[in-house]
């Protein structure tokens, strides 16, 4: 998991989410991080770094299959730490603004919640 990852690891999955993913709040509390790619080994990669389970969706054809990776809350707060080091400008201000809106709840672990 993230907590794992090595600075190599952590590049990565920044570059990844940089150019693939999404960070948001889900019901507009919190917060998350979505990727979607047809690559199932790549997003296999990304489930394990962020330790999640990865879901498929079929779309029609000619197309192949859709892989999907989902975290939330404290999960999606502590990946969403991990990896602003190595993010863009607009990334790293998307996160910013998904963080502070984010509560603190009993579930937040407390190194996470005073970070």
Do not use: N
Not at 8 to 31: I, K, M, N, Q, S
Not at 46 to 75: D, F, I, K, N
């Amino acid at each position: 998991m993230i907590d794992d990852a090595s600075s190599t690891d952590l590049a990565w999955l920044a570059g990844l989410l940089e150019g693939e993913g999404v960070f948001d709040l889900h019901r507009d509390r919190y917060p998350r991080i979505r990727i979607a790619m047809a690559d199932r080994d790549v997003v296999e990669r990304v489930a394990s770094l962020m330790g999640c389970t990865v879901r498929m969706s079929m779309r029609e054809a000619p197309y192949t299959p859709l892989w999907h990776a989902e975290v939330q809350g404290a999960r999606a707060e502590a990946v969403m730490r991990a990896v602003l080091p190595y993010m863009g400008a607009r990334r790293s201000a998307r996160i910013a603004r998904v963080l502070a809106h984010s509560p603190v709840t009993s579930k937040t672990p407390p190194r996470l919640a005073a970070a």
